[in-house]
């Protein structure tokens, strides 16, 4: 089994996995069936992180516990209380492949930030909290609107700064009344996390009061929904390859550009490659790659992967028209991020079927 080869550092079929022979084990793996790779939570590097968020909760006073499972993608589904963890955060060689193929992988601390405030949304939908006034007043109506082009006010003192942290704090809680109290629930459960203290002065406190209220209320009641069946879109039950499912996340922004950018393209880089001193515009741009990923993440509220494939769309297509990089690198930036952002929020969508 795969899972139990990920544990030890083994491989499948005979292939170790040492320096050498990794390329050949990566070919093997992304062709095996991702209901086939054994994976589970129990033993795997994900499990302390689970056992880690149950404590906190326990800490807390809290009985109940959602229910977990493996998915491709974090996400608990609308009104299911379950939380969504990605496969391959239960395998070390599948995560060394998230990350050769995505250009990211979670961290310890993105971890728990993320089990928190999936753990929100478990808790609102097991007690459908969504459905009482107070919430309603508090958060607002959970039947508005999830937006699907997400620009927010960094600044403002009304939400809670969770996710991702930056400078001014990355606003995911704007997003939704959901994720709003998602967020909040987070922010209140994170150990140490002082919210009394630090958010005593901003509006956000009553939201933190009220999350601080309504858990003490229900802290030993049972759930009024419980998870029952399959979990959605569970590893156990994808039948395609790791690399159809690395393939298909590739294409959500579609199979080409069919050169609908290219003027913009080229109003921003100089379509002359033939100076010495002028730099590829594709080699500029993926040097930049991971600046431009995280600057428009944090203002459109798109995956990193979808922003991440996105740029490397339009480096390969600087490459394609021989453009050059003769500007200084910062007022080039701005404008790539600028561009990036527009493109962003006009092609990519915010799922609605996982908070």
Sequence with gaps: MVAEGCRKQRGVHGVSVRSGN??????????????DLGLRIKGSPVEPFVAQLKQELSAKGIDYVPAFYLTDSWGCPDRVPAVGIPFYLACTLLGRVEHEQTGELEDKRMIMQLLRHEAGHAMNYAFRLWEEPEWKNTFGAFSKPYREAFRPNPWSRRFVRHLCSW??????????PDDDFAETFAVWLTPDSAWQ????DWPV??????????????ADRPPIVTFKGHPPYSAARMTSTLAAHYERKRRILGTEFHGYYDDSLRDLFAADRAAHSARKASRLVRSHRARLVNNVTRWTGHRKFDIFQLVNRLAARCEALGLSADGGDE??????????TAIASNTLTVSKKRR
Excluded at 22 to 35: P, Q, T, V
Excluded at 167 to 176: D, E, F, L, R
Excluded at 197 to 200: F, H, N, R, S, T
Excluded at 331 to 340: N, R, S
């Design 22 to 35: 990794w390329e050949a084990f990566r070919r093997r793996l992304l062709g095996r069936r991702i209901c």
């Design 197 to 200: 203290e630090k958010y005593k």
């Design 331 to 340: 007022e080039t930036m701005i404008g790539l991020t600028a561009m990036v």
């Design 205 to 218: 406190i009553k939201k933190l009061q009220y999350v601080d209220h309504v858990m003490r209320q229900i």
């Design 167 to 176: 400078p001014h704090g990355y606003t995911y809680a704007q997003k939704h």
